[in-house]
């Protein structure tokens, strides 16, 4: 096939405090022919990313920068990317991730639009790592926003991937070079639980099983579409960076909020080691929690208003709920 009816693909790669991991990998994305441009997206590293690069950098590495964010948010920073893309392919890599080879992937992808291609960790390669249709991953809301930590957001995007009629095939590790990462530094840039209501409960928030077990049962409370993904507002300035755009995604924020201290308290109240979060949302127990407390962002504006005033009565009974299953809470400011 030739290369010039090939789709276009850009890299996107979510990066906070992994520089050294980055410069070692930009160089194989940036001699690949089929790589058409890279965004880096700098999730308020302690050193700004396009700093470190410097100014006479490849130009066709493009850094947003997302400052106000002080919990690391996956899923969030692969929106920013996806967002400023214009490419007909986006190659989702961690910055520890190196490209041997993808043309065989793009030449299959350019043939059968209703595929997508993904890693996996029981073959040997990053289970994040993903070639998807730009216009299909935007349509179903791009990643999870409101998740934090490791683990959840890829499994979550790959559902909703194939529940939008597409088709997962897989990588080769051979065609990718990744450095290991050890499980228990996975949650280093996440400290602390995402929660106003409970304690920060560092003791769970550092264990990737357990942020995993949270993220799972977020996605059920909090599902992520069109509707409730975050928009964006980018600044045309290199290396300035993206910022939430105002309006509904006040009201966005305000329900993924609520939603995520829901998940926090089925999570905290029910995780047992070794225990899938599948197992706990079948209990009928948690299925009505879920049923009654979580909220769902309507279509109609007047709906909306009306939900935001019932803000502050659903948040007391959720928290009601909370005590009744134990769980210490901190009180409101």
């Given at each position: 096939m030739s290369s010039r009816a090939l789709p276009t693909v850009d890299v996107v790669t979510p990066c906070r405090n992994r520089l050294a991991n980055l410069r070692a990998s930009l160089p194989s994305w940036l001699s690949h022919p089929l790589v058409r441009r890279i965004?880096?997206?700098?999730?308020?590293?302690?050193?700004?990313?396009?700093?470190?690069?410097?100014?006479?950098?490849?130009?066709?590495?493009?850094?947003?920068?997302?400052?106000?964010?002080?919990?690391?948010?996956q899923g969030r920073a692969q929106n920013v990317g996806l967002q400023a893309s214009d490419a007909d392919l986006i190659l989702k890599l961690d910055a520890d991730i190196a490209i041997v080879d993808i043309s065989a992937y793009v030449e299959a992808m350019a043939l059968n639009p209703q595929l997508f291609l993904r890693g996996c960790s029981?073959?040997?390669?990053?289970?994040?790592?993903?070639?998807?249709?730009?216009?299909?991953?935007?349509?179903?809301?791009?990643?999870?926003?409101?998740?934090?930590?490791?683990?959840?957001?890829?499994?979550?995007?790959?559902?909703?991937l194939c529940r939008a009629g597409l088709n997962s095939?897989?990588?080769?590790?051979?065609?990718?070079?990744?450095?290991?990462?050890?499980?228990?530094?996975?949650?280093?840039?996440?400290?602390?639980?995402?929660?106003?209501?409970?304690?920060?409960?560092?003791?769970?928030?550092?264990q990737p099983q357990f942020t995993a077990y949270r993220n799972g049962i977020l996605a059920r409370v909090?599902?992520?579409?069109?509707?409730?993904?975050?928009?964006?507002?980018?600044?045309?300035?290199?290396?300035?960076?993206?910022?939430?755009?105002?309006?509904?995604?006040?009201?966005?924020?305000?329900?993924?909020?609520?939603?995520?201290?829901?998940?926090n308290i089925l999570a905290v109240h029910s995780y047992v080691p070794g225990d899938s979060h599948?197992?706990?949302?079948?209990?009928?127990?948690?299925?009505?929690?879920?049923?009654?407390?979580?909220?769902?962002?309507?279509?109609?504006?007047?709906?909306?208003?009306?939900?935001a005033a019932q803000l502050t009565e659903r948040s007391k009974s959720l928290r009601s709920f909370a005590a009744n299953l134990g769980i210490e809470l901190l009180p409101l400011e």
């Amino acid at each position: 096939m030739s290369s010039r009816a090939l789709p276009t693909v850009d890299v996107v790669t979510p990066c906070r405090n992994r520089l050294a991991n980055l410069r070692a990998s930009l160089p194989s994305w940036l001699s690949h022919p089929l790589v058409r441009r890279i965004l880096v997206v700098d999730f308020q590293s302690d050193l700004p990313v396009a700093e470190a690069l410097g100014r006479n950098r490849d130009p066709r590495i493009t850094v947003l920068r997302v400052d106000d964010e002080p919990l690391w948010r996956q899923g969030r920073a692969q929106n920013v990317g996806l967002q400023a893309s214009d490419a007909d392919l986006i190659l989702k890599l961690d910055a520890d991730i190196a490209i041997v080879d993808i043309s065989a992937y793009v030449e299959a992808m350019a043939l059968n639009p209703q595929l997508f291609l993904r890693g996996c960790s029981q073959r040997g390669s990053s289970s994040g790592l993903c070639l998807v249709p730009r216009l299909v991953a935007r349509r179903i809301g791009g990643y999870h926003d409101q998740m934090s930590g490791w683990g959840g957001d890829d499994v979550d995007f790959y559902r909703r991937l194939c529940r939008a009629g597409l088709n997962s095939g897989f990588v080769k590790a051979a065609d990718f070079a990744e450095v290991p990462q050890r499980m228990a530094t996975k949650n280093t840039e996440a400290p602390r639980l995402d929660t106003a209501w409970l304690p920060p409960h560092p003791d769970l928030a550092r264990q990737p099983q357990f942020t995993a077990y949270r993220n799972g049962i977020l996605a059920r409370v909090q599902r992520q579409h069109r509707l409730t993904a975050l928009r964006w507002r980018f600044d045309p300035a290199e290396g300035s960076g993206a910022t939430l755009k105002k309006g509904r995604n006040r009201m966005r924020m305000l329900l993924g909020r609520h939603n995520t201290e829901l998940a926090n308290i089925l999570a905290v109240h029910s995780y047992v080691p070794g225990d899938s979060h599948w197992d706990v949302l079948r209990q009928p127990w948690v299925q009505k929690a879920i049923q009654q407390h979580r909220l769902v962002l309507p279509r109609q504006r007047d709906m909306e208003l009306a939900l935001a005033a019932q803000l502050t009565e659903r948040s007391k009974s959720l928290r009601s709920f909370a005590a009744n299953l134990g769980i210490e809470l901190l009180p409101l400011e």
